[in-house]
Each structure stands twice: as structure tokens, then as C-alpha cells.
């Protein structure tokens, strides 16, 4: 394969990106049940459940199962560890970052990815109509999901400057 050929090869290819990142709703990531808790449990119960179930937070709701807060693993490190707090004796309701940013799954995979790169969130709670948690989307998702969509081509990028020009390209 030319240069040029690879070159239209690797534009049509991210064309292909571009269009999925508008099209693919969160229903495609296949969100993992997310692990609900309430604002009473402690911060060492939401951690060993975030450990069971393998997952960077908890979705934290109220007495109508809707969500109402969320704490990640961030949040250990910044709020409990960083400030010295005893995680058996801490509630959540301390610590959570309350009223987070939801979305639904019929949102586009392009909502979740501004939330994070905006926001600067790892972690999105996906809920229902009635704002009941269903699921939860990470930036670990969207990775997974992102290098799924790119073709060998891109994944395989030979070295050298037939694709990078470093003499045209700002290193700094």
C-alpha cells in the first residue's frame, strides 16, 4: 500500500469514528449494573462493594431508588484518605458528590465523552426515565469502545515520517 493509499485509507477510516461517535447510543457499551447504595452506608461498605463487583464507584440513592449522589474511587483518595477521615465511620452523605450528571441510554456515546473531557468526570451514572440508576459508564468504556471502532490500519501505524512530519508539526 503508497503512502497516499494508506493516507485515504486512515481519513475514511476516522470518518467512520466521527460518525459513530454521533450514532452509537450508551446501549452499545453494554453498561455494567451499577452498584447502589444509600447516603447512610459507610465509606469502607461502599469501597468493599466497589471491590466485590469489580467497579470505580457507587450510584447512591434515595428511599425511591432514585439517584441522588455518586462516590468513586477519586472521591476515596480526595475526600476521605486526602482529608484523614475514618472510612468505617464516614457516611457517604459526607463525602458523595451529590446530584451528578446522568445520562440515559439512548443518549449518544458523544454526551458521555464531552461529560468526561468537559467535566473532567471518569465515571457517568446512566438511570432510567424516572431517574432510577441502570447502569454506569466509565472513561475505561469508552476506550475499549473507541479502539474497537479503529481498523488495524490505525492500530498498527507504521513508524517513521510517511505518517508523521515532525518538521510541519508544533512538538511543543
Known amino acids: 500500500m503508497t503512502g497516499d493509499e494508506y493516507s485515504e485509507t486512515v481519513e475514511r477510516d476516522l470518518r467512520q469514528v466521527g460518525g459513530a461517535l454521533f450514532d452509537d447510543t450508551l446501549a452499545v457499551l453494554t453498561p455494567p449494573e451499577p452498584v447502589v447504595v444509600r447516603e447512610s452506608v459507610s465509606v469502607q461498605d461502599a469501597v468493599r462493594a466497589m471491590l466485590a463487583k469489580r467497579q470505580a464507584g457507587v450510584l447512591v440513592v434515595d428511599d425511591d431508588a432514585r439517584l441522588i449522589g455518586i462516590f468513586t474511587e477519586r472521591d476515596v483518595l480526595m475526600r476521605v484518605v486526602g482529608q484523614g477521615l475514618d472510612a468505617a465511620r464516614t457516611p457517604l452523605s459526607q463525602v458523595m458528590t451529590r446530584?451528578?450528571?446522568?445520562?440515559?441510554?439512548?443518549d449518544r456515546v458523544a454526551n458521555a465523552l464531552h461529560s468526561m473531557a468537559v467535566a473532567g468526570y471518569r465515571t457517568v451514572p446512566i438511570v432510567d426515565a424516572t431517574g432510577r440508576p441502570i447502569g454506569v459508564v466509565t472513561a475505561s468504556d469508552i476506550n475499549r469502545w473507541l479502539a474497537g471502532l479503529f481498523p488495524e490500519a490505525v492500530l498498527n501505524l507504521p513508524p517513521g515520517d510517511q505518517i508523521k512530519h515532525p518538521g510541519q508539526i508544533d512538538a511543543g
Open 99 to 106: 446530584n451528578p450528571e446522568a445520562l440515559q441510554l439512548r
